[in-house]
């Protein structure tokens, strides 16, 4: 997405991110923070912007304590090649993004807040983030939480930062907390309409067995629903909260059942993979109450039906957000998108685009209505980006 | 800053009386508190060290009349404080001289309960223990459970971002908000969050919780319920010292297991437990470890067999399970019960709130003896031993010569010791007025500049609780202690009636 | 805390005289220090106050705060004011006294305090100090005089008790139809509402004034007949001797004992309860028994304490630290002796709540349970929020109507919630504020009556309703 006038650098280090950003005060230059590039399209499009500033460098493990549970990184790290360096010390970094084996960054994983199924037990980063190191347009550097997780000494900026899309200032160095990576997984998956989903949800998070992960596929063509509910523990401790979900489901008049680890695998990466757009399509995300997920579905396939695009998807179902993507003719995808946010909307829930084809970009706000902190917003970002050199743009609409 | 305070103190002095006809007409009489006598019971909060008697304190029970006071204090350039129970350990609740106390204590509707979804949202005056209470039927509850969650009211944990003895596995008050109903400091009601939990932008819900009232008064607070565990297994194990306690813990947690609570009391901190609630603690023991497993039956037993292994291992004299829910409850109730019991031990006493590295703990508790010996002084420990939060309670007599400067400096002391480590100068109960000071010492000029930038984003006139968090070259120069007069007061601006 | 004593008194254990305003002249105990607004005769003490270290954990317990939600209606607020009493800071006007006097007594605070914060101590030296140095209106000070020269006397209260059933059966239901019931005063609409409908053989039945064991004698008890409870509950007092009797206790009710003082006590009238505190331990002076038998939890209360009340006085000090000792609540009693004679079972579902001056001051939380417990068949629930007073609190739901009323209609959403078939309390004061809120009404007893029933094999719900 580089234009040509944009200077793309590479810092090694904070001083240097901190000169470089400093350096364009005077002139003002406009900037634009990178890292894996994954997500570059979420929100609105940030062009000619004088500086891409790139994180690709900054991908060090700072320190790693594994008997606190933390680790600190620089923004730019992989996810993929973090875990794997925790993996030696039988610990993760509790997040499954969809993007993490595209090269997710750790820093964008908390620009952007993405995360995947696994956070109805851990939370995003939001929750697992428990300090950062920020560099602000004016070249400041500021440091925000430590390295206990436990920690309300000051304004907690590193949440401030998650979300922020690059617009406030750069995260260049991020500390975790970790988990004990589990000895053995299990999933269950049944057929399930969404109606039937959102109940099974609600029956399995009230069950006690205590899932790490309730992802609901939605039908495709043939292809009916399906149901899918992960645990992560002990190997005994799943084997039975496994039978106790069959039986659950059973119950419930699904035909529920356990599958072996290495077919579960590759379910969860159908899941991952089915959220991936197309050239030409959209991808669309939509948060809800968890109970409304069947009406969201309902309007989403009467709407695709009526405008003659096809759409497929999927539910995080015990936690109400809702990933879809969109094929057709780019008007159509974005008459779907419009009407669709606007019964959403309605509901009390939200919408967003994610990749989208520029047809589609043209006619509709990425973000939708702001909401009613705008103001907030908008003086939060003039206190600490008050030229709007960070990220001009993303925020199209709002800031 | 110390401008800011020196002038809304000002402005508030002359400005309030002259208010209270007006405030009247939007709370009605009932809901202003004027009289002398009334005004000194608000004077402080759980902190008893800062007192300042305020010009007025308001008792509205809407968000339209929270709207509507703060609106005039804004356009007045008044500074406010908003208090919920005033249970703070930190002084946050503290008032401004001459401003006015938003009190929170009538706004305690529960607005609505979604047990599908597994949500709440109250009013802020609703305590922390009546939102577990109101969903029990549905075996739902409210995770975060501050020692005083029988009487903190859920503002005052959205302000403080709360945590308590269970947080180590299910995190803190941030983590259970979903949404917040929020007037700013000019008067304008806004909401942060809500439905969704996937929220685009900055996240200004998770500065404003932890902000300590320095951002504007939160009237509605959502709230995520957990469904109650299925099984809850307990241990209470005696330890021949701190040291070794502190290593079971570590093993606990080095085993890969994230246990519900991990609880530490020392000897004088059993002592006044078992005085106050007689929950069945060893009182020959020099340190009780309490450990406790919750979450699918399976799981936790598996867990909790290895815990009690660990605790065998690590040198434990004796281990206890509670058979009931009330012997269990019991225990708790005795833990909860520390620092307000700690009165029975001592006539004074401070608490500190530092968290380490919990690979540290042996090390600093150490260290945390030699120094009490040094000052001649004994130190209580009671603490979430599993995240690393330390409760030293340094005791002390006011009324005997040098003892509460001694106090004091052993008290600093520690606080530097766990920042040395590794760590943070408090891990629950917030910087306010207490700890302000300190701040200096953890955070950069720059941190704590970007800091205000964000508080002068949200409140640029420094109305809103002005005087906590942020240290005032007026209020540092001085040292942390007991009761001292505000600063204020000993230059002259202001005196208590 | 030294205690220089005045010469001893002269007051005679008789009927309290007028002049009970000053400081009772048997005891002078003066506090050195400054004490503020109050006068040098037993202040709040500087020790006790200082003991709060301001937690907060009394704030939900006290039904005040629960009203209110005001810091200084609250025990941690009160002790507050105290504290700025001794300051002088502030002046003793009608705000002033008005949070003490809001204060009910029930000493719920002291059960939640974790510091051991005598509370039960502060406010009882304080309430003295408001009826010495603060003037109340006129109206306010007739109310009161009206109420202690009623209550305190049986005699009287007979009569008036006769004259309120009269009146029950004849002018109320004009009133009530005409609608000017409403117009009354608050405090007298209270009264008129408390009023139990009495029949008037109930009125006159005294207690006989010996009651010997059934079987082997394996206790020998004083019993308090109380004042209004002989008049209003003379039923609760027959069973009790029964109860007793059938558990072989050889029982003495003294024909001419009066008030113990309890309600003069809670309302700060203290020359008066020490008064009466006298005269108790007088007419229980000559009887040989081993423990003295209360019925009633604010009476009872009291009674314990006044060893303490009488510290001071030379010539009761030791008479009253006996009279103490021996002072049991029936259910107490009833639960150390253990039970011998044969229970016969009530299958019913009963709600007990909790008297204050049973649970709270007294500590008395288990024993009548247990005591309950004996009664085959017996479902005993506790209420929700067991530990908030019902409003009642001695005399406050006359001098304090308004806030009694929440109060009561509080705690009967409580009881009301736990479906109870009846209602069991140990306070005649309880059972006449909760009853007056019950819609529909629900049974009420004293736990020693369901006994009696059980002992008796009689069905509750076949006798004639209490």
């Known amino acids: 997405m580089s234009d040509d006038r944009t200077v793309v650098a590479l810092p090694d280090d904070v001083a240097a991110a901190s000169k470089l950003l400093r350096e364009g005060v005077a002139e003002r230059t406009t900037v634009r923070f990178s890292g894996g590039g994954t997500k570059s399209c979420w929100g609105g499009a940030v062009n000619g912007v004088g500086l891409e500033l790139s994180t690709a460098r900054l991908r060090q493990l700072i320190g790693h304590q594994p008997g606190d549970m933390t680790a600190s990184v620089e923004a730019g790290m992989p996810l993929a090649h973090l875990q794997t360096l925790l993996a030696e010390a039988g610990q993760w970094l509790a997040l499954d993004p969809p993007t993490e084996s595209s090269g997710a960054t750790v820093g964008g994983l908390l620009a952007s807040g993405d995360a995947g199924p696994r956070r109805l037990r851990y939370g995003t980063m939001r929750d697992l983030a428990i300090g950062a190191t920020i560099v602000l347009a004016d070249g400041t550097v500021v440091h925000s939480g430590s390295h206990v997780i436990k920690n309300v000494a000051g304004y907690d900026l590193t949440k401030l930062f998650h979300g922020s899309l690059g617009s406030l200032g750069l995260i260049a160095e991020v500390i975790v907390r970790l988990h004990p990576r589990p000895a053995a997984s299990s999933t269950v998956v049944a057929e399930a309409t969404a109606t039937e989903a959102t109940t099974a949800a609600e029956r399995v998070v009230s069950s006690g067995v205590e899932p790490t992960a309730v992802e609901w596929v939605g039908p495709t063509g043939t292809e009916p629903g399906t149901l899918l509910v992960r645990l992560d523990g002990s190997r005994r401790g799943v084997a039975a909260g496994s039978d106790r979900l069959v039986n659950l489901l059973a119950e419930q008049g699904l035909s529920p059942e356990g599958v072996e680890a290495d077919d579960a695998d590759e379910q969860w990466q159908r899941v991952t993979a089915g959220q991936r757009a197309e050239a030409g399509s959209s991808v669309l995300r939509a948060g809800t109450l968890p109970t409304h997920l069947p009406s969201v579905w309902e309007s989403l396939t009467s709407l695709s039906e009526r405008h003659e695009v096809h759409s497929r998807g999927m539910s995080s179902a015990a936690l109400g957000l809702h990933t879809v993507v969109l094929t057709g003719p780019p008007s159509a995808q974005a008459a779907v998108t419009t009407a669709w946010r606007e019964q959403v909307t309605r509901l009390g829930g939200t919408v967003a685009v994610r990749e989208r084809a520029a047809a589609v970009d043209a006619e509709l706000d990425a973000l939708g209505e702001p909401p009613s902190s705008i103001g907030l917003l908008r003086t939060v970002k003039s206190h600490l980006d008050p030229d709007g050199r960070c990220a001009p743009g993303r925020f199209r609409g709002w800031y | 800053m110390a401008t800011d305070l020196t002038e809304a103190t000002e402005r508030s002095e002359l400005v309030a009386p002259g208010l209270r006809a007006e405030f009247a007409s939007l709370l009605g009489r009932g809901g202003v508190v004027s009289e002398p006598a009334q005004l000194r019971t608000y004077e402080c909060d759980g902190l008893t060290g800062y007192r300042v008697t305020p010009a007025l304190v308001l008792l509205p029970e809407t968000t339209e009349q929270v709207a509507a006071v703060v609106t005039v204090c804004a356009r007045e350039r008044l500074a406010f404080v908003a208090r919920g129970a005033g249970t703070g350990l930190s002084g946050g609740a503290l008032p401004v001289a001459d401003g006015i106390v938003i009190g929170l204590s009538r706004m305690r509707t529960v607005v609505s309960v979604d047990v599908p979804n597994r949500r709440m949202t109250i009013q802020p005056g609703v305590t922390n223990a009546q939102i577990s209470a109101v969903v029990e039927p549905d075996c739902l509850y409210f995770a975060p459970d501050p020692s005083s969650q029988i009487v903190c009211t859920v503002g005052g944990n959205v302000a403080e971002n709360s945590g308590g003895a269970h947080c180590l596995k299910y995190g803190f008050t941030s983590n259970h908000v979903l949404g917040l109903t929020l007037v700013t400091p000019d008067g304008s009601v806004v909401t942060l969050g809500g439905d969704t939990t996937d929220v685009f932008g900055p996240d200004l819900m998770g500065v404003v919780v932890g902000s300590e009232g320095t951002l504007g008064i939160v009237t509605e607070v959502t709230v995520r319920l957990l469904r109650r565990p299925q099984s809850v297994r307990t241990l209470v194990a005696d330890f021949p010292s701190v040291e070794t306690a502190g290593n079971a813990v570590s093993g606990i947690v080095a085993a890969g297991i994230i246990p519900a609570a991990v609880e530490m009391l020392d000897h004088l901190a059993i002592e006044a437990c078992e005085k106050a609630t007689g929950a069945g603690f060893s009182l020959d023991t020099a340190a009780a470890l309490i450990v406790e497993m919750d979450g699918f039956d399976t799981e936790c037993e598996i867990d909790f067999g290895e815990a009690h292994r660990i605790c065998e291992e690590s040198g434990a004299t004796s281990i206890r399970v509670p058979e009931t829910a009330a012997e269990r409850a019991l225990i708790w109730k005795g833990r909860k019960a520390a620092f307000a019991a700690m009165g029975r031990m001592s006539p004074d006493y401070f608490v500190q709130d530092g968290v380490i590295p919990r690979t540290r703990l042996g090390e600093v508790l150490t260290r945390v003896e030699a120094m009490a010996d040094e000052a001649g002084l004994r130190v209580a420990n009671v603490f979430h031993a599993g995240d690393g939060n330390l409760h030293p309670l340094v005791l002390y007599d006011a009324d005997k010569a040098g003892e509460s400067e001694r106090a004091e400096k052993l008290a600093t002391g520690i606080v530097e010791l766990c920042m040395e480590a590794g760590g943070s100068i408090s891990g629950e109960h917030g910087i306010g007025t207490d700890k302000a000071c300190s701040m200096m010492k953890m955070f950069s000029p720059d941190d704590l500049a970007v800091m205000k930038r964000v508080r002068d984003a949200f409140d640029p006139d420094a109305i809103c609780n002005p005087g906590k968090i942020f240290p005032t070259p007026r209020l540092c120069g001085e040292l942390p202690g007991p009761y001292r007069p505000h600063p204020l007061e000993a230059a002259g601006v202001i005196s208590r009636g | ?466």
Not at chain 3, 46 to 56: A, P, R, T, W
Not at chain 3, 372 to 381: A, N, R, S
Not at chain 3, 386 to 399: K, P, Q, T
Request: glycine share 6%; charged share 20%; aromatic share 6%.
């Open chain 3, 1 to 466: 805390m030294n205690e220089p004593l005045a010469p001893s008194s002269s007051a005679t254990a008789s009927e309290p005289s007028d002049g009970a305003h000053r400081p009772d002249n048997a005891i002078q105990v003066h506090d050195a220090g400054g004490t503020g607004l109050f006068d040098s005769f037993r202040p709040p003490e500087e020790e006790l106050i200082s003991d709060c270290v301001h937690c907060g954990f009394c704030l939900p317990s006290c039904p005040t705060y629960s009203l209110w939600g005001e810091e200084m209606d609250s025990p941690r607020g009160r002790i507050y004011l105290m504290k700025a009493g001794r300051e002088g800071a502030i002046p003793f006007d009608e705000t002033y006294a008005g949070h003490f006097d809001a204060c009910l007594g029930c000493m719920a605070c002291v059960t939640a305090c974790p510091s051991g914060v005598q509370y039960d101590q502060l406010i009882e030296a304080v309430r003295p100090q408001i009826e010495r140095n603060y003037s109340r209106s006129l109206p306010d000070r007739l109310f009161r005089y009206f109420i202690f020269a009623l209550f305190p006397y049986p005699g009287r209260l007979r009569v008036a008790a006769v004259l309120g059933t009269l009146y029950q059966r004849t002018v109320r239901g004009l009133l009530q139809k005409t609608g000017l019931l409403r117009h009354l005063p608050a405090r007298l609409r209270a009264m008129e509402a408390l009023m139990p409908p009495l029949r008037l053989r109930d009125i006159t039945t005294r207690l006989p004034e010996h009651t010997a064991a059934r079987g082997t004698t394996r206790h020998r008890v004083a019993m308090l007949t109380g004042c209004a409870q002989q008049v209003f509950f003379s039923d609760v007092n027959a069973a009790t001797a029964r109860v007793l009797s059938a558990e072989g206790c050889e029982v003495f009710a003294p024909a001419d004992q009066q008030c113990c003082g309890a309600l003069s006590m809670h309302a700060g009238r203290e020359p008066e309860a020490l008064a009466r505190a006298r005269a108790l331990i007088d007419s229980f002076a000559n009887l040989r028994v081993d423990s003295i038998v209360v019925n009633v939890a604010g009476c009872g209360s009291t009674m314990k304490e006044y060893a303490h009340l009488l510290r001071g006085d030379p010539e009761y000090a030791g008479q009253a630290q006996a009279f103490c000792d021996k002072v049991r609540d029936v259910s107490e009693l009833l639960d150390e002796l253990g039970p011998v004679a044969k229970r016969h079972p009530i299958a019913a579902r009963i709600a007990y709540h909790d008297a204050c001056h049973l649970a709270h001051a007294q500590q008395i939380r288990a024993q009548p349970r247990a005591v309950m417990g004996t009664i085959p068949c017996l479902e005993v629930v506790d209420i929700p929020e067991w530990e908030i007073c019902c409003g009642s609190a001695g005399i406050y739901n006359l001098v304090q109507p308004e806030a009694a009323e929440d109060l009561g209609r509080r705690k009967v959403a409580n009881i009301a919630s736990v479906e109870p078939e009846m209602i069991a309390t140990a306070n005649p004061g309880c059972l006449l504020q909760i009853r007056r809120y019950l819609d529909p009404p629900v049974p009420l007893y004293h736990p020693v009556q369901l006994l009696d029933f059980s002992l008796r094999g009689v069905d509750p719900r076949n006798a004639a309703s209490s």
